[in-house]
């Protein structure tokens, strides 16, 4: 098999040097246009191009100004901007005229509403040439061209789908994840391959678990845009130059699926998240306890060592909110089951209610792959129920998993759900199962460790590659029969290859709505963690879900928190760990996310996992997790791990409601991201577009960790503001602004972090080891940090709610309180909405550098109650 693909590839390569040459490109006739629409028709002149399949004689073009929603952002000067009233979401779709080309299904991505807005009143403006056809995507503001397709004439087939924009030189592009390269993305020979994969030790260059075709291009004081391309098949995204001209270019080159853009005027970065998160659905938001620190370990040997480590977190000070149980808890690694030796239930269940009397909280694993075994009952019940996915013969399609041979989930399948969700409520049952509070889907690309059917002992797969299934009726956009759905013609760079099918399924099955992995593969760890929340909401249906996934497709963050799969203990992935941050949480609409602290795979050391505790501090979701061949790597390990730990989560807890309300923006009304790069502040300032260690958390915190390998020191970008340590309250010197900054003598318990002026973070009031759990937080004071800008003013929020419920706010139940604190005035006010019902109080107001001369802090003490608008006057 894999010697015949590579001859393909090489028939690939050869045919790739001139398509120009052979492909002529579209012309655009019927054109039709209202206001808010435009369509036209485009069709192949005689001479076709056959490059990758069949070319697609008939097109049609759908335009349509989408909207007009007002984006109010912040600046960092504290000011409210109001971009104009205009609309800045462009679709451009182009399918072929048959309507039978796969999209997405809209169960998986809900498509947006268009409100018909008017193309007179468009931030971005569409145009096109008739023959060979092309268009442009012009910012009317500036008159920029943001996307222009004339680089190379559109090709459009049946496996094969090619567009080419020219870009500006030297562009600053960041998304296509997910990836472990540069969080701004190279300009010259960069292939982005999106193919879902089990990807170890994450390397770069590489397809990993997600695919996100969405890019943000940000031109400085011109503004920012969004493109997001919607097709869920695989595909290289090629970033380079041409040869002769060296001019920039931006290359799709998809297997399947139709051209479905979506271009986001922006112009302010955040805007730019807003609108795409507005397209793919808004992150959900995740419960409060969920904020707190979580500890994972493959490979801990029984439940009774498990209740050591959470003894041995608590003997050492540090808190510990969540415990997880990978599969060493199952019977033979299969769902829904306990090793009856070394996890049995009882001791199971003993376990998680111990934890939860202590406010602590369990999240167990669940993969995809079922035993294929009829003594099974999640089989037997699964395949009564006909969910399974299936061979062409019609039998179970099977492949090789942690449980041994094994099938999987067809999530489109009619009962699929209902098994699924009676699986979960079953075995989680709280009164005779294990109570968890939280599931986690891995391996759910889906992985299989079998590369090809060789290693079920089944025959070797046919020399030649079966026909693809008779699976379309015309019109209902489920894909286009006759193409070979095993080993397409062009052969995207999929590091698990060569074949598509490498070490996932088959490629070529179909699920029960007559669509093919082929199309839908990227979409299957989306597909199974929307189906675990669906679950979660069935078995509570008051409280909201948590539920993370490995394997993600745009739009994920409606369903789940994502964490950045197995990474290695090296400087080299706790570094990557800022870039993959930014990239999904400013990017990806993905808030909830972060890597596995210390490392995954190979030992961690003492001091990597110092810093790591600390930055992971600093992420939205904090977990510590290392592979079973991995030495343990628990925080109370080591003194300095243990107190760089305490130290960071003493600081985070104190934070869980500034990151709670960063993070119900972000899945809100407001759209800002919680965690966001410093160009997204500075938008100006060029010095900041290729800063990848920095990273603003919320729109207040900036944070710098040391990323040299066991270094002391960091080097640190300063833009033009007003800064005050985190840690002293003190103004930062040398913060004129537009300075590179050295800070020496960073210890192995500390992180630099800083409060950009003109912000104000409410913070609870504690010590040290006085907040063990996310409960105890929740019933602290808090203090209001002020840090004003150089105008003297300052402002901030806090949302508050119950931190569990399903619909956020439901029955009025949450405040969001705005504070705004002006200087020259000596005014502080807090007001806004105030719902939720709590004893706790405002103990102080402390603004930084408000004491005499301008050193040290003014502290105002309260107490005001949180239930009514209040404030003072000096
Ligand atoms: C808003 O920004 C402008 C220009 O940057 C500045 O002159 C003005 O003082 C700012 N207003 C406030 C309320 O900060
Ligand atoms: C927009 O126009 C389309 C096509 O004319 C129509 O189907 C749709 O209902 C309109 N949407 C709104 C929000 O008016
Ligand atoms: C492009 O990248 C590939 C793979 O990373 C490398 O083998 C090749 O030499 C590079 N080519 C150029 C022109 O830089
Ligand atoms: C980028 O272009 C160069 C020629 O300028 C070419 O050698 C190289 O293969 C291209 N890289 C990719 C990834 O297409
Ligand atoms: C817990 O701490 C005790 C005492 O230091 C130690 O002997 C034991 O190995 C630890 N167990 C685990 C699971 O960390
Ligand atoms: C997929 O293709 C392989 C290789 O040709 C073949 O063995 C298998 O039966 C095909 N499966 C389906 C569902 O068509
Ligand atoms: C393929 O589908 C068409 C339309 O449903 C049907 O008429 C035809 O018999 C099918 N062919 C095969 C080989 O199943
Ligand atoms: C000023 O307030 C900040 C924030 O509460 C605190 O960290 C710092 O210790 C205070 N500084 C002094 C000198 O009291
Ligand atoms: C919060 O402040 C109130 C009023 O000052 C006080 O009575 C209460 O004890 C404080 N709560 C905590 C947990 O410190
Ligand atoms: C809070 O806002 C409301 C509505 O704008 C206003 O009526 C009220 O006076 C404000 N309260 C304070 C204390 O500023």
Redesign the pocket.
Known sequence: MARLLLGIFVLGTTVLAAPELTCPGYTATNIQQTDSHLTADLTLPSSSCSLYGNDITNLKLIVEYQTGSLSMILTPQANITCSPLSDTRLHVLLQDAGSNIYQVQEQFLPRPISQNASAATAALHFSFKTSPFSFEVIRVSTGQVLFDTSAAPLIFESQYVRLRTKLPQDVNLYGLGEHSDDFRLATTNYTRTLWNAESPYIPRGQNLYGSHPVYFDHRGVLGTHGVFLLNSNGMDIIINQTEEAGEQYLEYNTIGGVLDFYFLAGPEPAAVSKQYAEVVGLPALPPYWSLGFHQCKYGWPSVDYVAEVVANYSAAGIPLEVVWGDIDYMDAHQDFTTDPVLYPLDRMRALVDSLHQHNQRYVMILDPGIHNQASYDPFARGAQKDVFLKAADGSHYRGNQWAGEVVWPDWLAANTQDWWTNEVATFFNPATGIDIDGLWNDMNEASNFCPDVTCLGDPPPPSLPSPSPNNTAPGTKKGLPGRNLFAPPYPIHNHRGPALSGYTLFTNITAADGTALYDTHNLYGTAMAAATRAALLARRPAKRPFVLTRSTFAGAGRVAAHWFGDNDSSWAHYRASIAQLLAFAAVHAMPMVGSDVCGFNGDTSEHLCARWATLGAFQPFYRNHADVTAASQEFYRWDVVAAAARKAMGARYRLLDYLYTALRRAGGREGRPVASPLWFWWPGDERTFGVQTQWMLGEALMVAPVVEEEGMGVDLYLPGDVWFDFWTGGRVEGGKGGEVVRLDGVGWEDIPVFVRGGTVVPMRVGGIGEMMTTEEVRGRNFTIVVAPGGDGMARGGLFLDDGESVDVGAGGQWSEIEFVWDGGLGVF?A?GTFGFGTEVVVESVVVLGGGEGGVGNLTVTGPWGLGE???FHL
């Open positions: 006010e007001n608008a209040f404030g």
